[in-house]
């Protein structure tokens, strides 16, 4: 990752977590902004190393807010970034940890769960407010974006 796209991912996250610091729990989700805000820093990191990905952001539910695919995404891309989302949001922890966890034999196995790394959660205050998950490179790069 380049030092720009380093800055920008990390700006981009301090804006999301300044965007809902004082949220209370119970106001505590994630909202189409932070979604849009969070899809183009991916999509941007996906564009500077050539990567051709479907990126998904659900709410806490697993309602899709926000899905982008990319040309040259292959088709079976859209099914894995749902498994990846289900996977963080039953999980609570990312879909490449859940695989590692299974293995390991830490965790029972999850109906329609997915092991690839690139699935994430989205935490405010602690609270999961969502999931984002990449597919269509190598599970580290998908984690990457």
């Not at 989302?85 to 039953?90: G, M, N, P, R």
Request: proline share 3%; net charge negative; hydrophobic share 45%.
């Amino acid at each position: 990752m380049t030092t720009l796209m380093k800055n920008v991912v990390r700006l981009t996250l301090a804006l999301l977590a300044v965007t809902i610091i004082g949220a209370t729990s119970a106001e505590a989700q994630l909202t189409f902004e932070q979604a849009s805000t969070a899809m183009d820093a991916a999509e941007a990191e996906a564009r500077a190393n050539g990567w051709n990905l479907t990126i998904l952001i659900t709410d806490a539910d697993g309602v899709p807010m926000y899905v982008r695919r990319m040309d040259g995404a292959s088709e079976r891309t859209w099914d894995i970034v749902q498994m990846k989302c289900h996977t963080v949001l039953t999980a609570g922890i990312p879909s490449g940890d859940y695989g590692r966890a299974l293995e390991a034999g830490t965790m029972d196995s999850i109906p329609g769960g997915i092991h690839y790394d690139g699935g994430l959660p989205i935490r405010f205050n602690g609270e999961m407010v969502g999931a984002m998950a990449a597919s269509g490179a190598r599970g580290v790069e998908d984690a990457q974006v």
